[in-house]
Protein backbone atom coordinates (compact mmCIF):
# COMPACT_ATOMS: atom_id res chain seq x y z
CA UNK A 1 0.00 0.00 0.00
CA UNK A 2 1.12 3.47 -0.52
CA UNK A 3 1.99 5.94 2.36
CA UNK A 4 -0.47 8.60 2.84
CA UNK A 5 0.71 11.58 3.89
CA UNK A 6 -1.04 14.87 4.79
CA UNK A 7 -0.15 18.94 4.89
CA UNK A 8 0.53 20.74 8.59
CA UNK A 9 -3.42 21.32 8.69
CA UNK A 10 -4.97 18.24 8.08
CA UNK A 11 -7.17 17.38 10.59
CA UNK A 12 -9.53 14.47 12.63
CA UNK A 13 -12.05 15.75 9.73
CA UNK A 14 -9.48 14.25 7.37
CA UNK A 15 -8.21 11.37 8.88
CA UNK A 16 -10.56 9.21 10.81
CA UNK A 17 -12.21 7.54 7.99
CA UNK A 18 -8.76 5.93 7.42
CA UNK A 19 -7.72 2.45 9.20
CA UNK A 20 -5.55 2.44 12.12
CA UNK A 21 -2.56 1.00 10.38
CA UNK A 22 -2.86 4.23 7.89
CA UNK A 23 -2.85 6.56 10.75
CA UNK A 24 0.08 4.52 12.00
CA UNK A 25 2.09 5.34 9.05
CA UNK A 26 1.35 9.09 8.89
CA UNK A 27 2.01 9.49 12.68
CA UNK A 28 5.35 7.87 11.86
CA UNK A 29 6.62 10.05 8.67
CA UNK A 30 5.37 12.99 11.06
CA UNK A 31 7.51 12.09 13.61
CA UNK A 32 10.55 11.31 11.34
CA UNK A 33 10.12 15.11 10.00
CA UNK A 34 10.11 16.67 13.26
CA UNK A 35 13.12 14.39 14.54
CA UNK A 36 15.35 15.28 11.71
CA UNK A 37 14.14 19.41 12.35
CA UNK A 38 14.86 18.81 16.15
CA UNK A 39 17.84 17.09 14.88
CA UNK A 40 19.15 20.37 12.90
CA UNK A 41 18.07 22.72 16.05
CA UNK A 42 19.91 20.84 17.94
CA UNK A 43 23.56 20.88 15.96
CA UNK A 44 22.80 24.87 15.86
CA UNK A 45 22.29 25.26 19.29
CA UNK A 46 25.82 22.95 19.91
CA UNK A 47 27.61 25.70 17.30
CA UNK A 48 26.49 28.32 18.91
CA UNK A 49 27.43 26.95 22.22
CA UNK A 50 31.06 25.54 20.74
CA UNK A 51 31.29 29.16 18.98
CA UNK A 52 30.65 30.54 22.65
CA UNK A 53 33.26 28.71 24.24
CA UNK A 54 35.83 28.91 21.76
CA UNK A 55 36.04 32.53 22.46
CA UNK A 56 36.96 32.34 25.96
CA UNK A 57 40.47 33.55 26.80
CA UNK A 58 42.76 30.41 27.54
CA UNK A 59 42.99 31.87 31.23
CA UNK A 60 39.32 31.17 31.59
CA UNK A 61 40.23 27.40 32.70
CA UNK A 62 44.41 28.27 32.79
CA UNK A 63 45.54 24.78 34.26
CA UNK A 64 43.58 23.07 31.93
CA UNK A 65 45.08 24.33 28.80
CA UNK A 66 48.94 24.99 30.28
CA UNK A 67 49.12 21.53 31.16
CA UNK A 68 48.02 19.63 27.88
CA UNK A 69 44.79 18.44 29.13
CA UNK A 70 42.82 19.90 26.26
CA UNK A 71 45.35 17.86 23.08
CA UNK A 72 46.09 20.36 20.81
CA UNK A 73 46.03 23.93 22.52
CA UNK A 74 48.37 25.95 20.33
CA UNK A 75 49.08 28.58 23.16
CA UNK A 76 47.22 31.47 20.77
CA UNK A 77 43.53 30.30 20.18
CA UNK A 78 41.34 27.78 22.54
CA UNK A 79 39.67 26.59 19.30
CA UNK A 80 42.85 24.78 18.59
CA UNK A 81 42.57 22.47 21.94
CA UNK A 82 38.18 22.45 21.61
CA UNK A 83 37.92 21.44 17.79
CA UNK A 84 39.10 18.07 19.33
CA UNK A 85 36.43 17.87 21.85
CA UNK A 86 32.58 16.33 20.91
CA UNK A 87 29.15 17.75 19.83
CA UNK A 88 26.63 15.77 21.47
CA UNK A 89 23.47 15.07 20.42
CA UNK A 90 21.87 13.30 23.46
CA UNK A 91 18.57 11.24 23.93
CA UNK A 92 16.37 9.29 26.25
CA UNK A 93 12.48 7.48 25.87
CA UNK A 94 13.05 5.45 23.04
CA UNK A 95 11.08 2.95 24.59
CA UNK A 96 8.66 5.52 25.06
CA UNK A 97 8.75 6.84 21.47
CA UNK A 98 7.68 3.61 20.05
CA UNK A 99 4.98 2.50 22.51
CA UNK A 100 3.27 6.61 21.48
CA UNK A 101 4.46 5.18 17.72
CA UNK A 102 2.83 2.33 16.85
CA UNK A 103 2.17 0.52 20.37
CA UNK A 104 5.05 -1.39 21.39
CA UNK A 105 8.96 -1.05 22.21
CA UNK A 106 11.87 -2.58 20.55
CA UNK A 107 11.77 -5.83 22.27
CA UNK A 108 9.19 -6.39 19.41
CA UNK A 109 10.23 -7.39 15.93
CA UNK A 110 8.37 -4.43 14.81
CA UNK A 111 9.32 -1.65 18.03
CA UNK A 112 13.39 -2.73 17.06
CA UNK A 113 12.46 -2.58 13.18
CA UNK A 114 11.62 1.46 14.06
CA UNK A 115 14.26 2.03 16.66
CA UNK A 116 16.93 1.55 13.93
CA UNK A 117 15.41 3.64 11.55
CA UNK A 118 15.47 6.31 14.28
CA UNK A 119 18.88 5.80 15.21
CA UNK A 120 20.03 5.52 11.73
CA UNK A 121 18.49 9.17 10.73
CA UNK A 122 20.41 10.39 14.39
CA UNK A 123 23.68 8.48 13.00
CA UNK A 124 23.64 9.59 9.64
CA UNK A 125 22.98 13.76 10.03
CA UNK A 126 25.96 13.86 13.00
CA UNK A 127 28.30 11.87 10.29
CA UNK A 128 27.15 14.61 7.90
CA UNK A 129 27.62 17.29 10.51
CA UNK A 130 30.55 16.56 11.20
CA UNK A 131 31.92 16.42 7.72
CA UNK A 132 30.29 19.75 7.17
CA UNK A 133 31.74 21.41 10.58
CA UNK A 134 35.18 19.23 10.52
CA UNK A 135 33.89 19.13 14.32
CA UNK A 136 32.90 15.34 16.35
CA UNK A 137 29.34 15.75 16.11
CA UNK A 138 28.19 12.36 17.88
CA UNK A 139 25.35 10.45 19.48
CA UNK A 140 25.23 10.18 23.07
CA UNK A 141 22.81 7.15 24.70
CA UNK A 142 22.16 9.26 27.77
CA UNK A 143 21.00 8.27 31.41
CA UNK A 144 20.13 12.24 31.91
CA UNK A 145 20.14 12.04 35.41
CA UNK A 146 17.74 14.92 35.93
CA UNK A 147 16.04 15.30 32.57
CA UNK A 148 14.41 11.51 33.10
CA UNK A 149 12.16 12.85 35.35
CA UNK A 150 11.73 16.84 34.43
CA UNK A 151 10.70 16.16 31.07
CA UNK A 152 8.57 13.45 32.50
CA UNK A 153 6.61 15.81 34.69
CA UNK A 154 6.09 18.58 31.87
CA UNK A 155 4.94 15.88 29.10
CA UNK A 156 2.58 14.76 31.65
CA UNK A 157 1.47 18.11 32.12
CA UNK A 158 0.74 18.30 28.65
CA UNK A 159 -0.30 15.05 27.31
CA UNK A 160 -1.46 13.69 30.74
CA UNK A 161 -0.87 9.83 31.59
CA UNK A 162 -0.47 7.33 28.79
CA UNK A 163 0.31 3.78 29.68
CA UNK A 164 3.29 2.50 29.72
CA UNK A 165 4.61 6.49 28.22
CA UNK A 166 3.96 8.92 31.18
CA UNK A 167 2.45 6.62 34.09
CA UNK A 168 5.69 6.53 36.14
CA UNK A 169 8.07 9.14 37.15
CA UNK A 170 10.74 8.93 34.53
CA UNK A 171 11.51 8.19 30.72
CA UNK A 172 13.59 5.28 30.02
CA UNK A 173 17.29 5.61 29.58
CA UNK A 174 18.24 6.22 26.11
CA UNK A 175 17.84 3.15 24.01
CA UNK A 176 18.08 0.89 26.86
CA UNK A 177 14.64 -1.90 27.35
CA UNK A 178 12.29 -0.35 30.31
CA UNK A 179 13.44 -1.82 33.42
CA UNK A 180 9.96 -3.20 34.51
CA UNK A 181 10.25 -5.87 31.10
CA UNK A 182 11.29 -9.13 32.69
CA UNK A 183 13.90 -10.62 30.66
CA UNK A 184 17.31 -12.57 30.96
CA UNK A 185 20.33 -10.69 30.67
CA UNK A 186 21.26 -12.52 27.73
CA UNK A 187 18.15 -11.36 25.95
CA UNK A 188 18.95 -7.74 27.07
CA UNK A 189 22.44 -7.57 25.80
CA UNK A 190 21.05 -9.18 22.52
CA UNK A 191 18.40 -6.25 22.20
CA UNK A 192 20.02 -3.35 23.03
CA UNK A 193 23.78 -4.92 21.08
CA UNK A 194 21.26 -4.36 17.67
CA UNK A 195 21.50 -0.85 18.53
CA UNK A 196 24.75 0.65 20.52
CA UNK A 197 26.18 0.81 16.95
CA UNK A 198 24.72 4.17 16.31
CA UNK A 199 26.10 6.29 18.71
CA UNK A 200 29.19 7.53 18.30
CA UNK A 201 29.35 9.97 21.11
CA UNK A 202 28.71 7.41 24.59
CA UNK A 203 26.21 4.19 25.59
CA UNK A 204 26.23 1.84 28.46
CA UNK A 205 24.11 -1.48 28.30
CA UNK A 206 23.97 -3.30 32.02
CA UNK A 207 22.32 -5.82 33.35
CA UNK A 208 20.96 -6.41 36.93
CA UNK A 209 21.97 -9.50 38.66
CA UNK A 210 20.00 -10.90 42.14
CA UNK A 211 22.93 -11.19 43.59
CA UNK A 212 26.56 -10.96 43.61
CA UNK A 213 29.22 -12.59 41.71
CA UNK A 214 31.49 -13.15 44.41
CA UNK A 215 31.11 -16.59 44.60
CA UNK A 216 30.06 -17.51 41.09
CA UNK A 217 32.98 -15.77 38.85
CA UNK A 218 32.49 -18.43 36.06
CA UNK A 219 28.76 -16.62 35.34
CA UNK A 220 30.15 -13.24 35.21
CA UNK A 221 32.70 -14.15 32.62
CA UNK A 222 30.66 -15.69 30.93
CA UNK A 223 27.85 -12.36 30.61
CA UNK A 224 31.17 -10.37 29.93
CA UNK A 225 32.05 -12.42 27.38
CA UNK A 226 28.93 -12.44 25.71
CA UNK A 227 28.68 -9.02 25.92
CA UNK A 228 31.83 -8.60 24.31
CA UNK A 229 30.75 -10.76 21.68
CA UNK A 230 27.76 -8.59 20.77
CA UNK A 231 30.45 -5.68 20.52
CA UNK A 232 28.92 -3.94 23.28
CA UNK A 233 31.42 -0.81 23.63
CA UNK A 234 30.52 0.08 27.82
CA UNK A 235 29.09 -3.02 29.64
CA UNK A 236 28.32 -3.28 33.32
CA UNK A 237 26.73 -5.53 35.65
CA UNK A 238 25.16 -4.20 38.68
CA UNK A 239 25.02 -6.07 41.78
CA UNK A 240 23.15 -5.08 44.83
CA UNK A 241 25.40 -3.75 47.82
CA UNK A 242 24.33 -2.85 50.96
CA UNK A 243 26.11 -2.70 53.79
CA UNK A 244 25.23 -1.42 57.80
CA UNK A 245 27.33 0.97 58.96
CA UNK A 246 26.59 0.27 63.19
CA UNK A 247 28.17 -3.31 62.42
CA UNK A 248 29.47 -3.99 59.08
CA UNK A 249 27.09 -6.67 57.87
CA UNK A 250 27.31 -6.38 54.10
CA UNK A 251 24.70 -7.78 51.54
CA UNK A 252 21.52 -6.42 49.99
CA UNK A 253 19.04 -5.71 52.59
CA UNK A 254 17.77 -2.58 51.29
CA UNK A 255 15.55 -1.35 54.92
CA UNK A 256 17.62 -2.49 57.55
CA UNK A 257 20.36 -4.35 58.75
CA UNK A 258 19.24 -7.92 59.74
CA UNK A 259 21.91 -9.06 61.83
CA UNK A 260 21.48 -5.49 64.42
CA UNK A 261 18.61 -4.41 62.90
CA UNK A 262 20.06 -0.73 62.60
CA UNK A 263 18.57 1.91 59.93
CA UNK A 264 21.92 3.48 59.45
CA UNK A 265 22.78 1.67 56.28
CA UNK A 266 25.03 2.46 53.05
CA UNK A 267 23.12 1.70 49.86
CA UNK A 268 25.63 0.91 46.85
CA UNK A 269 23.97 1.14 43.57
CA UNK A 270 24.91 1.83 39.69
CA UNK A 271 22.44 4.08 39.52
CA UNK A 272 23.47 5.47 36.16
CA UNK A 273 27.51 5.12 34.43
CA UNK A 274 28.79 5.38 37.85
CA UNK A 275 27.91 3.75 41.56
CA UNK A 276 26.74 6.04 44.00
CA UNK A 277 26.50 6.29 47.50
CA UNK A 278 23.20 6.12 49.07
CA UNK A 279 21.10 6.56 45.97
CA UNK A 280 17.93 7.83 47.55
CA UNK A 281 19.39 11.21 48.43
CA UNK A 282 21.31 11.45 46.09
CA UNK A 283 18.93 11.55 42.82
CA UNK A 284 15.80 13.15 41.87
CA UNK A 285 12.28 11.59 42.39
CA UNK A 286 12.50 10.22 38.83
CA UNK A 287 15.80 8.42 38.80
CA UNK A 288 15.09 6.65 42.35
CA UNK A 289 11.84 5.71 40.87
CA UNK A 290 13.47 4.32 38.03
CA UNK A 291 16.00 2.42 40.29
CA UNK A 292 13.17 0.80 42.48
CA UNK A 293 11.36 -0.32 39.28
CA UNK A 294 14.53 -2.14 38.28
CA UNK A 295 13.60 -6.03 37.73
CA UNK A 296 16.36 -8.69 38.06
CA UNK A 297 17.80 -9.58 35.33
CA UNK A 298 17.74 -13.53 34.87
CA UNK A 299 17.70 -16.65 33.12
CA UNK A 300 19.90 -18.74 30.37
CA UNK A 301 20.78 -18.53 26.84
CA UNK A 302 18.25 -21.14 24.65
Given amino acids: MEAVTLSDNDDWNQIKDLSQDERIKIGVERFMELLDTKIYEAKDMLLERF ?12 FMYENGLMAGY ?3 S ?3 ALQHGTLSLGQIGLAETLQILIGCDHTTK ?6 KRIESLFKQRCAEFKNQYKLNFGVYYTPAENLCYTSLEKFKKKYGVIPNVSDREYFTNSIHV ?19 GYSSAGCITYVELDSGVK ?12 AM ?16 LECGYMNEFNDHCPECGSDHIQQ ?13 TAFNKGKIAETDDRVKHVGYME
Avoid: H
Wanted: glycine share 4%; with cysteine; net charge negative.
Fill in 51 to 62: EYICAQPAESAK
Fill in 74 to 76: DGI
Fill in 78 to 80: TRS
Fill in 110 to 115: EGMELA
Fill in 178 to 196: PVWKQISPFDKIDIESQLT
Fill in 215 to 226: NNIDALEILVNY
Fill in 229 to 244: DKDIPYFAINVPNDTC
Fill in 268 to 280: LRRVTGYLTGNYK
